[in-house]
């Protein structure tokens, strides 16, 4: 990400914020506890996400077009000087969330040095070192090789301005000057050599029958044709690579002097027939002639001549004192045709002894460079090895004229800049150019040479400044960007010093400059490596303490809110320093030195914050008073206003976790003594979550205070109250997911309480809700009829509504997961007694919510209870048949089931109306008793079943069926017996008989035999026979005769009863006698209509009879088995607890029923 995504990320979240303020009823929940729940959940989260990218240094990576503006490499001509000389120092790194800004520090660019240190005071320092050499004499040496220069720049600059440059660079007198000047000139001109390599030519003309040539070089110089040299001969080639080496001395004066250059093929000695067997190798009709004429030479003269292929004259005055390397094209007279070309290099050189010319070398550089950096005022840090034209011609001139190597001249250079960097710092970048020369050769000296320790001393003068770049890397006096860049140079370096063993006798880190290093014992030798790492940790260690002294705020009576401030901002600034490392500086320190860099940086803070953090974050939590949680009764809830805990404390637990985080990113195989910070806020967790359960109590309070009892919209059906209570739920959990308490055990003991105390505001709001909506409720006096209203049956949704979220929320907060790291923990057995408990507490949640909202739904249902029987009553009444009774209960219905078919969901309308049915039983069963009782006539309850069907009617919604079939069924019944007349009650009692004696597969009273026919006219029946019948006498016979009754007596008023002859002295009578009975239509057609057979024992003398047993049969089985016999069982009716006799016993006034059931006593008790 870079900064401008950075930043427009950062300000759409913070419009995000601006844009959605908190609508008014929201306004109206937050003010009572302040906003707790929103700050501890959604807001704290807002603000970490937001914190995340402020906490990123404004350190950006350099663009290519930019690598000149740095600091410790070359800077850029067009570049501003006084800005970058005067740019003020400042803090690099950010110090966190509305942290205080830190006071600035020391750039690295500033060390035991002052900038304003003078030329003259550099210079006085240097010979102070002693270079063993007048400066009169190098001089001299100067003006010698300036009064014979060589080079083809001589042309660009006349000798007068360098001379003029000279002496103002070595400080000369003029009189003093003119004499030196006087010896310089009269001195012999140096011997010159012109060096050549012959590196190799290409695209060379074909000079043999193959079509290549054997090509070989010959060079001289033209004022010494007879001197020659030539070099290998390369065969069959156009393309020749030689890389050989040669000198030639230069007798005359070198700017006249020219230098040719001839390509030859090589002609080897063959006779004819040599030469006639290379006929296959022959290419082309060209190499044919070609090797036919060499055939006629050598067999004519025996000649074999070497062929010119092309030349090139060069003058000496072209090639510059650095030399050069370049192609050249072959010639050959006026031809104009391509022969080639070939590859040079050329270099001029003085014979001087090589120990002197290097001293004189090392002490010119130092006196070029010490004028260069007084006459351009050159800052710290910015030279990077390009002097003035004067200048680098005298030194190009010197290094020529000396015969120095790069290799010499390199060490040379080390030498001179790493002297001078001691007290005006160089570009890095320079010493890093040196090394790449100097390494190579360096590698394959021996320890012991001159050369070796030239070079150590060298290091020993730069390795300084390079460890205090690393010690100061959050310093910085130009740009970030030029920190990297530097950085990059200074690990370099110390990259390739450290890739070679130092001497023994090198002592590299002297106690006197290196006082910073950590020297536990004082004979230890430290290497290269050692040093790196105790250079960042003293950087580390002095910028840790910086902060520390920036941030804290120094009072007198410091509160444990300033406490957490001080932490969380020194967290914070620790953060973005390793940000910062991990962002720009983790890659450079790994590819140079191989140092995980942020790694070292994480492991020495851990130790120091550990011990900070700890201690503060202790202090505060044993400060915190413990609360008066309410119990489940929740009688009272307390006050708290004075306890309330801000969210600073868990803002630092956040802040701690993402750092500990961020060091196992890091350090992945080491241990961090802050790994179990979180064992010091078990208090403050406990505390917050004590805080919680009390702040959510009030709030859901305030909450359903708050809530009008309407729809949120249209699309739901519940008020404002659940969704506010469930957005504490809400914010309760991020409060979870942003602590994500590491240790299982702790884990699980926050997570039960959690669940407990979510469980315990359901609870709380399902008994809160229903007393809101019960003391809205105006039922006025006892006439006055109650009217449901879509408050009631919101307030039973709300409360559903929370009830079935509350499962998927506890889901949601983790249980499972952490129920499953408690087994992986411990043992699967305690894992599963652990979710038996929480699910106890779910369920005995959700079980208590119901019970509140069945009781809610009693409620309801018993408020409806007295207008139902006041209608169903008035309805019953014969003489209120013309009244709108019925019309104000159909209304009254049809409006209060709209409003619950309309409002609640149907889970609640199901539960609604098995509640209001069973209130409509009890409301029926009163009614029925207290008119019995009341001796109300059948007409009445006829009225009240007709009344009940048109209510049922009422419930029907839609295509929900929403009536109690097994409620409505016994009612129904009960309403049909008490509106027969008495005649139809008694025969529902012969009805229940028949099905009794259908149920009976063998009778001890015997067996009646009969058959029957329906014809057209009425009904024949045969009385056939009966069987084992029950003697009362005690002779064991029986006098029996049959008497058959037709039921019911009002259905057959005109047909009377039969009755067969008598049977004496026997229980198997055979009566077998035929009875022809005239019956209308309409008696025939009637199945239900029954034949009562009852049979009698005549007494001795014919005066009455004793009543035996009775069967029956109705007209639907005579009409099944017509012209069958049929045997029927016989039996005596018992005087049991039957609804019909329990109707007719109510009818006491009714003379049919009561001499009813004075027969039927005496037949059951005879």
């Known amino acids: 990400m870079d900064e401008e995504q950075m930043w427009k990320g950062f300000f759409n979240k913070l419009h995000e914020l601006k844009m959605n303020p908190p609508t008014e009823h929201e306004q109206q929940l937050q003010d009572g506890d302040d906003g707790f729940f929103e700050k501890f959940g959604m807001l704290l989260r807002q603000k970490s996400q937001l914190e995340e990218p402020v906490l990123k240094t404004s350190l950006a990576p350099f663009k290519d077009e930019e690598e000149d503006e740095n600091v410790g490499v070359e800077p850029n001509e067009n570049d501003d000087d006084d800005d970058v000389q005067h740019e003020e120092l400042e803090s690099s790194t950010d110090s966190g969330l509305g942290a205080t800004p830190i006071k600035d520090v020391d750039a690295f660019a500033v060390e035991n040095v002052d900038e304003s240190t003078s030329p003259e005071d550099i210079k006085d320092a240097f010979l102070n070192k002693g270079i063993g050499m007048n400066v009169e004499d190098l001089y001299e040496e100067i003006l010698f090789e ?69 090509p070989f070089v010959t060079l001289y110089l033209e004022s010494n044709n007879s001197h020659r040299y030539n070099s290998s001969v390369k065969t069959a080639t156009l393309n020749p690579i030689w890389e050989e080496h040669f000198s030639l001395p230069i007798a005359e004066s070198p700017r006249e002097e020219v230098l040719v250059i001839e390509v030859w093929d090589f002609d080897a000695a063959e006779t004819v027939k040599e030469k006639v067997n290379k006929i296959l190798d022959v290419k082309g009709v060209k190499g044919l002639s070609k090797l036919m004429k060499e055939i006629a030479v050598t067999a004519s003269s025996g000649k074999h001549d070497n062929e010119l292929i092309g030349r090139a004259a060069i003058t000496l005055k072209s090639i510059p004192v650095s030399g050069l390397t370049v192609w050249y094209n072959l010639e050959k007279g006026s031809k104009t045709r391509s022969r080639g070309s070939i590859l040079l290099n050329l270099a001029l050189s003085a014979e001087k002894n090589k120990n002197v010319a290097v001293q004189e070398h090392k002490h010119l550089l130092q006196l070029l460079l010490m004028h260069e950096l007084d006459t351009s005022q050159v800052a710290n840090y910015w030279w990077s090895g390009k002097f003035s034209a004067n200048a680098e011609a005298i030194r190009s001139q010197h290094a020529v004229q000396s015969g120095l190597s790069a290799f010499d001249c390199a060490l040379s250079q080390w030498h001179a800049y790493s002297t001078i960097h001691e007290t005006h710092k160089l570009n890095f970048a320079l010493f890093n150019s040196i090394l790449d020369v100097l390494v190579p050769v360096i590698k394959c000296l021996q320890n012991d040479s001159e050369d070796i320790k030239t070079f150590w001393e060298g290091a020993k003068r730069l390795l300084p400044s390079c460890f205090s770049v690393l010690r100061k890397l959050r310093s910085k006096n130009t740009s970030d960007k030029n920190i990297i860049r530097a950085l990059n140079e200074v690990l370099d370096i110390v990259g390739k010093i450290k890739s070679f063993d130092v001497p023994e006798s090198v002592d590299l880190f002297p106690i006197s400059v290196y006082g910073w290093i950590n020297r536990n014992e004082a004979d230890v030798e430290y290497d290269i490596d050692t040093v790196i790492g105790d250079a960042i940790k003293t950087g580390t260690e002095e910028w840790l303490e910086h902060i520390i002294d920036g941030s804290r705020h120094t009072k007198e009576n410091e509160t444990d809110e300033d406490k957490l401030q001080y932490l969380i901002k020194i967290i914070q600034m620790v953060r973005s320093d390793l940000q910062r490392a991990m962002e720009y500086f983790d890659k450079l320190f790994y590819h140079k030195i191989q140092l995980n860099y942020s790694a070292v940086l994480f492991m020495y803070y851990d130790t120091k914050l550990t011990e900070i953090c700890k201690s503060i974050i202790k202090d505060v939590c044993n400060n915190i008073k413990r609360l008066d949680v309410p119990d489940d009764q929740f009688e009272y809830l307390p006050n708290i206003e004075n306890a309330n805990m801000g969210t600073t404390l868990f803002e630092a637990y956040l802040v701690l976790k993402r750092y500990v985080q961020l060091g196992k990113s890091l350090c992945p195989n080491d241990t961090q003594q802050m790994e179990e910070f979180y064992h010091w806020f078990e208090r403050g967790v406990t505390h917050w979550l004590d805080i919680s359960i009390i702040k959510a109590l009030n709030r859901i309070q305030k909450a359903i205070d708050l809530d009008q009892l309407k729809a949120v919209d249209e699309t739901v059906k519940y008020s404002s109250s659940a969704v506010d209570t469930l957005a504490i739920f809400y914010q309760i959990k991020i409060f979870w997911q942003q602590l994500d308490w590491p240790e299982v055990e702790g884990s699980y003991t926050f997570v039960a309480k959690i669940v407990n105390d979510i469980c315990r505001c359901c609870v709380f709001y399902a008994q809160r809700m229903s007393r809101r909506v019960e003391n809205i409720s105006n039922i006025g006096d006892k006439n006055e009829m109650f009217t449901l209203s879509e408050e009631w049956c919101l307030a039973i949704n709300n409360m559903d509504y929370i009830r079935q979220s509350l499962p998927s929320f506890i889901k949601e907060l983790g249980t499972d997961d952490v129920i499953r790291k408690l087994g992986e923990y411990r043992t699967n057995l305690e894992a599963e007694r652990c979710a038996s408990t929480i699910k106890a507490v779910i369920d005995n949640a959700l079980d208590t919510e119901r019970n509140q909202i069945v009781e809610l739904i009693d409620n309801v249902t018993r408020k409806m209870a007295p207008p139902i029987k006041r209608f169903l009553a008035e309805g019953a009444e014969v003489i209120h048949k013309d009244s709108n009774s019925m019309d104000r209960l159909m209304m009254y219905l049809e409006g209060s089931l709209t409003t619950l078919y309309d409002t609640l969901n149907e889970v609640n309308f199901n539960r609604i109306l098995d509640g209001i049915w069973t209130q409509l039983s009890i409301i029926m069963y009163d009614l029925i008793q207290s008119n019995l009782d009341k001796r109300r006539p059948p007409a009445f309850f006829q009225n009240l079943r007709q009344t009940l069907q048109t209510m049922i009617s009422c419930f029907k919604m839609g295509n929900v069926i929403t009536s109690d079939v097994q409620t409505l069924t016994a009612i129904e019944t009960t309403l049909d017996l008490h509106a027969l007349e008495t005649s139809d009650l008694i025969h529902q009692y012969y009805i229940e008989r028949f099905g009794y004696q259908k149920e009976q597969s063998d009778s001890s009273y015997g067996q009646l035999t009969i058959t029957a026919q329906l014809t057209e006219t009425g009904l024949m029946l045969n009385i056939l026979n009966a069987r084992n019948l029950l003697p009362m006498d005690t002779n064991g016979s029986v006098d029996s005769f049959v008497k058959a009754t037709f039921m019911p007596t009002s259905r057959f008023n005109a047909v009377t009863a039969i009755k067969t002859s008598v049977q004496s002295k026997t229980c198997f009578p055979l009566f077998d006698e035929n009875f022809n009975i005239n019956l209308t239509p309409d008696q025939k057609s009637a199945q239900d209509s029954l034949i009562l057979f009852s049979i009698k024992d005549k007494d001795l003398f014919g005066m009455s009879s004793q009543y035996l047993a009775e069967c029956y049969i109705t007209f639907a089985d005579l009409m099944a088995f017509e012209g069958e016999q049929i045997l029927l069982n016989l039996s005596r009716p018992e005087y049991t607890d039957s609804v019909t006799l329990r109707a007719l016993e109510y009818r006491q006034g009714d003379k049919q029923a009561k001499d009813f059931l004075k027969k039927l006593k005496n037949k059951s008790y005879s």
């Open 146 to 214: 300036i009064y014979n220069n060589i080079g083809c720049e001589t042309n660009n600059m006349s000798t007068k301005s360098l001379i003029e440059f000279t002496q103002e660079a070595f400080k000369i007198p003029n009189t003093t000057h003119l004499e030196i000047s006087k010896v310089a000139m009269e001195k012999e001109p140096p011997n010159v050599r012109l060096n050549v390599e012959i590196i190799k030519a290409e695209n060379l003309m074909s000079k043999d029958s193959n079509g290549l040539s054997d």
